[in-house]
């Protein structure tokens, strides 16, 4: 049982990059995020999909898209990279109704120069 | 919208006692969850209180006041692995599944 996947653990991208960051889990919870942790701050939701098919915004979308490619997988896209979005970047999921209890994946720290 | 006030950093002994409180704003809310996370880690959930009173898990408590807008994450018996960040984070109800952070309070246990 690994719980939550992400990759890449790290990355480097130029500014005007695009990438794509890649979540998995394999819980069988409906609900899963991604966030942003910058430097001694606290995470802000960034996209969020309470069910395979849906997506909603969260705090801080600009400059990010979503896919819920199926259960399992959640992905999110930086079209193009600004060094603003230098973070560490976490994925989490959670069961149905049981949003106070995510569980995170162990995060990719990017860096855009 | 939601906004969350922890302080920012505590710092005590071994075997000591530490409180961490939080307050917070929000139109509708459903509960406050703590979280922690070690330096280069993920966050980790702790406990959820949605209902007033206090929540024990081991050497960690909980504790929810939703007349003040207020809860507290009590550390017992400090350990040095206890060293970490802890989040509070308000759930409510115009939010879904949805959980808005506040900034972390950084404790640190000296020997």
């Known amino acids: 049982n690994a719980g939550v996947t992400q990759t890449p653990k790290f990355q480097v991208l130029k500014t005007g990059q695009s990438m794509t960051l890649q979540c998995a889990q394999d819980m069988n919870h409906n609900s899963m995020y991604w966030y942003r942790q910058d430097p001694g701050m606290g995470l802000r939701l960034i996209y969020y999909s309470a069910s395979e098919g849906t997506t909603d915004k969260g705090e801080v979308p600009n400059g990010y898209n979503v896919s819920r490619l199926n259960k399992r997988e959640f992905s999110l896209r930086l079209e193009s990279a600004a060094p603003s979005q230098t973070s560490v970047y976490f994925c989490a999921s959670s069961e149905g109704g049981r949003g106070y209890e995510q569980y995170f994946g162990p995060g990719t720290r990017l860096t855009v120069t | ?111």
Request: proline letters at 3%; one cysteine or more; hydrophobic letters at 30%.
């Open chain 2, 1 to 111: 919208g939601q906004s969350l006030e922890q302080p920012s950093e505590v710092t005590a002994v071994e075997g000591a006692i530490v409180q961490i409180n939080c307050t917070y704003q929000t139109s509708g809310f459903y509960g406050l969850s703590w979280y922690q996370q070690h330096d280069g880690g993920a966050p980790t959930f702790l406990s959820y209180n949605a209902l007033d009173g206090l929540e024990e898990t081991g050497r960690f408590s909980s504790f929810l006041s939703r007349s003040d807008s207020y809860g507290y994450l009590l550390l017992q018996e400090l350990q040095m692995k206890d060293s970490a960040s802890y989040f509070c984070a308000v759930r409510d109800s115009t939010a879904g599944n949805k959980l808005t952070f506040g900034g972390g309070t950084r404790v640190l246990v000296k020997p």
